[in-house]
């Protein structure tokens, strides 16, 4: 899948949740060094942190959390709507 830095994408979590980040900044592992590859993202909805509270995620009720999304995470991006 092709998504981009600023690009709206559905992720399972491995809380069980499914929920909407912004994607932020690409992080690619080394070739020399054991990780992953994936994206630094922001939870955008604030629905999507209560649900993961909800499955035991130790995040505050208005926080909007930066975390880590593996390539290997991400559903699928959210459809552009056209501006008139």
């Known amino acids: 899948m092709n998504v981009e830095t600023g690009d709206i994408v559905l992720v399972n979590s491995f809380a ?9 900044k690409r ?17 955008i909805y604030k629905r999507d942190v209560d649900k993961l509270r909800a ?20 559903i699928k991006k959210r459809k552009r709507q056209s501006r008139v």
């Not at 069980?16 to 932020?24: A, E, I, R, S, T």
Request: proline share 11%.
């Open 16 to 24: 069980g949740p499914k929920v909407w980040v912004k994607l932020q």
């Open 27 to 43: 992080i690619v592992k080394p070739p020399d060094f054991w990780g992953a590859n994936g994206w630094e993202a922001k939870i």
């Open 55 to 74: 499955a035991g995620v130790p995040y505050k009720k208005n926080e909007n959390p930066v975390v880590f999304v593996f390539d290997w995470h991400i």
